[in-house]
């Protein structure tokens, strides 16, 4: 069940009710990545923000904090991502950026994962964003122009050990967006692509295994949304990996497969 509720927020992102304004809609906008990058996008300014999440007092407070719309949406109920998308742009009005950056984890080996979890996970990271971007691409590519931004992970580059489905939705989520990238090649539509490393959010206590490797060090959210917010700024389709460095293992796995195998097997 969607429901929505606008905040007073401030009075410089308010719009005429009868002129069709530019709409960011931000997934995951209730916490960690999603919520830093609504703040940066709100201080930046030029957009409406949409503001997606389950939790409604966190999701009223930074809906209350950059002048969002508050769209409390769970992304696994069946049509969610069709009312949110209606909710997050009524007539006349269009979502002219997309940041997909709701998901959830699950550590532990395969064979103890629930089936329930496998299903959510591969829905909210994986299924509800490729929902969502099929419903907000017609009118982007109507105008031709648009920017649809999906936060994957370094995970999904590598495959990490005891994360195997969450791997498998982001390394599905990089493969997606190179291949729309080129399906939208020339219309005016961006497809970024942003890869984090470890950052410092609940996402590791949600999942139910906290972050406990003394390297490499979490990064604050905003590292993130710095590196989102630049690429929307300069309208330029990106690849982004947070930190840069973490671009290499990547680069070793493809240039030495068997190599990197033996790394991660040994260094996980
Ligand atoms: N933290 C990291 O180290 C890291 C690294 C690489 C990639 N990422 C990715 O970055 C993105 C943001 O994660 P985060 O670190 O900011 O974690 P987070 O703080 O736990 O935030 C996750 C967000 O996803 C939303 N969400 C989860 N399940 C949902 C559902 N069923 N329906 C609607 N929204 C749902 C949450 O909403 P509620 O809070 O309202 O439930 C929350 O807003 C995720 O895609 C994650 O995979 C994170």
Not at 14 to 35: C, E, F, W
């Amino acid at each position: 069940m969607l429901s929505f509720r606008r905040s007073s927020g401030p009075p410089g992102h308010r719009q005429p009710a009868d002129r069709a304004v530019r709409v960011g809609l931000i997934t995951g906008a209730s916490s960690g990545i999603g919520a830093a990058i609504a703040q940066r996008l709100a201080d930046q300014g030029g957009w409406r923000l949409a503001l997606c999440g389950r939790d409604r007092d966190r999701l009223d407070k930074i809906a209350a904090r950059t002048g969002g719309l508050a769209l409390r949406a769970d992304l696994t109920e069946p049509g969610a991502p069709a009312a949110l998308v209606a909710a997050a742009a009524p007539a006349p009005d269009r979502i002219g950026l997309l940041v997909a950056a709701a998901g959830v984890g699950w550590a532990g080996p395969l064979c103890t994962m629930p089936a329930e979890a496998v299903d959510r996970l591969l829905t909210v990271d994986l299924a509800a964003t490729i929902h969502i971007v099929r419903l907000v691409l017609p009118s982007m590519l109507a105008l031709g122009e648009g920017h649809i931004v999906l936060i994957g992970s370094i995970a999904g580059t590598l495959g990490v050990r005891n994360e195997a489905v969450y791997s498998a939705a982001k390394g599905a989520l990089g493969v997606f967006a190179d291949a729309l990238r080129q399906e939208v090649h020339g219309s005016g539509v961006r497809i970024s692509h942003v890869l984090p490393g470890v950052i410092d959010t609940p996402f590791f206590r949600r999942r139910g295994a906290p972050y406990t490797r003394s390297w490499p060090r979490p990064l604050p959210p905003d590292r993130v949304a710095e590196a989102v917010c630049r690429a929307v700024a300069l309208d330029r389709e990106q690849v982004v990996y947070v930190p840069g460095w973490l671009r290499l293992p990547g680069l070793v796995r493809s240039a030495a497969p068997g190599l990197y195998q033996r790394l991660a097997v040994r260094f996980g």
